[in-house]
């Protein structure tokens, strides 16, 4: 087989403000500075990325000699059936798949998206010549359904993207509500119930009744179970914490800021994360960080946070106070995070990415050598 | 490293070695005051379950009846086709284009939605008719266990906790909290406790009658085995198993075994406290025996799901109340009659109640 002139990402949806998104845009970068030409194909995009791509109906004829595909593999989509069809040499990214129960319950239209993207996961492996995954924990998933040939490939974050200037109202609103006193315990992401902010809710209680009865709470992100969000507002309201609990929704890039800015430490105690960029993104922004050592949390944040194996609140609470309350212990933090984002660096991830990409090219290639059954490229 | 400690500002230069021994200092030293809050009552015991007890309420409930009908509600909010294709638009006059398409071909997608709307309700009607045939015959055919009024939770066939030795030998070296799940009552907790071996329990129980506020025991109150899916590699230096699981079956024991094992680390041990089937007929509360959806597997049985989940070299201790030992001691007889009388009442009593199995978790041996 000789290598490719190009090589095309197929993805579910294209979103500017979505991980993966950006994460696909940086590699279609990468491939063409690489020397292949390439284009991204996507089944739905949002308004403000629709020519960064095209409409997956457009791939064209089949090209199995000059061109191979690259999917994007993270929720169930007809994009994937129409990827698997496809003749062309077929390279799959893995950024995970929730597990089906930790939404079903809760929305059980997403349950069923993620329900066929696991399904639809095995389907492919046994068609896929090569498949990348963006954490130890999603290769090992990949391995665990029968994907021969791996590896770890990093997701291509752009820092720069964290910086900025943060938005002034909301940097008063928060400075106003500091001025008070209590600490701001921070959480970005969907209002979800496998992020588990209910959990965090739990650890509020616990760390105000132990340690600060002022400390306050604030989650960050849009909801994608209305079930979920009404049990969340709920739950506060019945254990008295409605003033100590933000829940602004979704924020533009300025007013995240200055929540990172704002924040005394962030904690995440979700019960499952393929990644979690808002890690990296406190880590970028200099905050502590407290996690529940859940799925891929342990890659992410290595050991520039406090990473615990039980998310009971009286330990979490314990945790947020040693962290908040121990400069030693925040000044090591510190250092380590600006250690883990320079790791992480656009530049030195572009790297690793094209040198998975050209181990992807050889093991296809030489079809899958004998002996070389897995490539891991570690930080 | 102390809180505070001169030294804490220069060691931002650690190296990750330094910084990983560093951090795995504080989490013991987070675990230590957790462990000191708890045992001084600083922290009300149940808080936790109470916090636990609130979402729980908030939370869907379980069960395939409670997935069938939110799917249909899905359905039903699904099978009504809209005609009005949406005629919004990012480029200048796209919007009234789109609007006049939409009317001059109005006409014919209506046919087809019309079609497709009515087919789509014949299949929710279908499907309703279905579920609710289902849910008769679930109810019909349940072994579900009727509600059980409190203090019939009796989980041992006898107060004599003869194993307590065995488990505190076995768990005094955890490296992390022991696991006991699930507690009926609280003697097992508070006698580990009493022994200085660090556990927590879990009880599936809805209402918190039970818990002992200012004891200082940290029970969860949460189903075995949606317990047992949230844990972490490593996050128990330890798992007691009583209770429920002598009700559960072979294929839901089967199934808890495979859930906790990979959440145990290399050398972690795993015990197994049941009543003997034997023992479970004579049971204090002929109720709970009555109603209990299960009953408690041989040793044996446990024996063998161990190996099969990879829990190296399995010990049987067996101990509690022994009717047949009683018996032999209380009768003289030595005429064949005796005898044979003898021989068939110790095959009817069996041996002792109880029987506790221990192993610890192999490496790499599935």
């Known amino acids: 087989m000789s290598p490719p002139k190009r090589i095309d990402q197929v993805i579910p949806t294209l979103a500017s403000r979505d991980a993966i998104g950006r994460h696909t845009m940086q590699v279609r970068d990468l491939l063409r500075e690489m020397g292949f030409a390439s284009d991204i194909y996507y089944a739905n995009a949002s308004a403000d990325v629709l020519d960064e791509g095209r409409h997956i109906e457009k791939l064209g004829d089949a090209d199995p000699d000059g061109r191979w595909l690259l999917y994007q ?3 169930g989509s007809p994009a994937a ?12 990214d893995y950024h995970n798949i929730t597990p089906v129960e930790l939404i079903a319950p809760w929305d059980p239209e997403v349950g069923e998206e993620l329900r066929i993207g696991r399904a639809q996961m095995r389907h492919l492996a046994p068609l896929t010549a090569f498949a990348m995954a963006d954490s130890a924990y999603n290769e090992a998933e990949l391995k665990a359904v029968g994907y021969k040939v791996t590896a770890v490939a990093p997701l291509l974050i752009d820092m720069d993207e964290f910086a900025g200037r943060a938005d002034r109202g909301t940097s008063r609103r928060l400075e106003g509500e500091r001025e008070k006193g209590g600490k701001d315990i921070l959480f970005v992401g969907k209002v979800a119930p496998h992020k588990a902010q209910h959990d965090l809710l739990k650890a509020l209680a616990a760390y105000r009744g132990l340690y600060d009865p002022a400390a306050r709470l604030r989650l960050v992100g849009g909801p994608i179970s209305e079930t979920y969000s009404w049990a969340l507002d709920r739950f506060a309201e019945d254990i008295g914490l409605t003033d100590a609990v933000d829940l602004p929704g979704s924020v533009s890039h300025a007013e995240l800021i200055a929540y990172y800015q704002a924040a005394d430490v962030f904690v995440c105690l979700s ?68 250690e883990r984002v320079a790791s992480m660096s656009l530049e030195r991830s572009r790297s690793k990415f094209a040198e998975v990409v050209n181990s992807a090219i050889d093991a296809v290639e030489s079809e899958r050598p004998s002996g070389v059954q897995s490539v891991t490229y570690r930080s | 490293m102390a809180r505070g400690d001169p030294e804490a500002g220069t060691t931002g230069a650690l190296d990750v070695d330094g910084r990983r021994a560093v951090l795995a200092k504080v989490r013991d030293e987070i675990d230590a005051e957790v462990a000191l ?7 009300p015991a149940d808080l936790e379950q109470r916090l636990d007890e609130a979402f729980s309420e908030l939370s869907p409930g379980e069960g395939s009846d ?18 009005q294709v949406p005629v919004a638009s990012e480029r200048p006059g796209g919007s009234f284009f789109k609007r ?77 909290p022991v696991m006991c799940g699930d507690i009926a009552d609280f003697a097992t907790l508070r006698a580990l406790r009493d022994a200085g071996v660090d556990a927590y329990g879990v ?45 559960i079956g072979p294929r839901r024991a089967d199934e808890l075994l495979g859930t906790l094992e990979p959440n145990m680390a290399e050398g972690t041990v795993l015990m197994v406290v049941s009543s003997t089937p034997q023992a479970w007929s004579r ?32 010990r049987l201790h067996r101990g509690g109340p022994d009717l047949a030992a009683k018996w032999r001691t209380s009768s003289s007889g030595s005429t064949p009659l005796d005898q044979a009388l003898g021989s068939v009442m110790e095959s009817l009593l069996g041996g002792p109640d109880e029987y506790a199995v221990i192993a610890a978790r192999g490496a790499g041996t599935r």
Request: aromatic share 6%; proline share 6%; with cysteine.
């Open chain 2, 66 to 83: 409670y997935l069938i009908r939110q799917a249909l509600e899905v359905v039903d909010r699904r099978a009504a086709v809209a005609p």
């Open chain 1, 73 to 75: 593999m993270s929720i």
């Open chain 2, 283 to 314: 049971l204090r509360d002929p109720v709970l025996a009555d109603l209990a959806p299960g009953r408690p597997l041989h040793p044996e049985t446990w024996v063998h799901l161990m190996q099969r989940h990879g829990f190296a070299e399995p």
């Open chain 2, 203 to 247: 009880r599936d129980s809805g209402d918190s009658s039970g818990t002992r506020a200012g004891e200082g025991l940290d029970v969860r109150n949460e189903g075995l085995l949606d317990h047992a899916r949230t844990l972490v590699q490593g996050a128990v230096g330890g798992a007691l198993l009583e209770g429920s699981i002598q009700w």
């Open chain 1, 81 to 92: 059936m129409v990827f698997a069809r496809r003749p062309e040499p077929k390279l799959v």
């Open chain 2, 100 to 176: 006049m398409i939409r009317a001059a071909v109005g006409w014919y997608v209506r046919f087809f939605v019309a079609q497709l709307t009515s087919f789509a309700v014949a299949v929710a009607r279908a499907l309703h008719l279905l579920a609710e045939d289902l849910e008769d015959l679930r109810n019909e055919t349940s072994t579900q266990r009727p509600p059980l009024a409190d203090g019939l939770a009796v989980n041992r066939a006898s107060d004599d906790l003869w194993w307590m030795p065995l488990a505190v030998s076995a768990f005094s070296d955890a490296s992390a």
């Open chain 2, 37 to 43: 809050r708890r045992s001084s009552g600083s922290v």
């Open chain 1, 271 to 338: 019960d499952h994360e393929g990644f979690c960029v808002p890690l990296v993104e406190a880590m970028f922004h200099g905050l502590p960080v407290v996690a529940f050592g859940a799925a891929a949390v342990p890659d992410t944040v290595g050991d520039a946070g406090l990473v615990l194996d039980s998310k009971e609140p009286i330990r979490v609470a314990a945790a947020i106070d040693r962290v908040v309350g121990d400069d030693g212990l925040r000044s090591i933090l510190r250092t380590a995070a600006a």
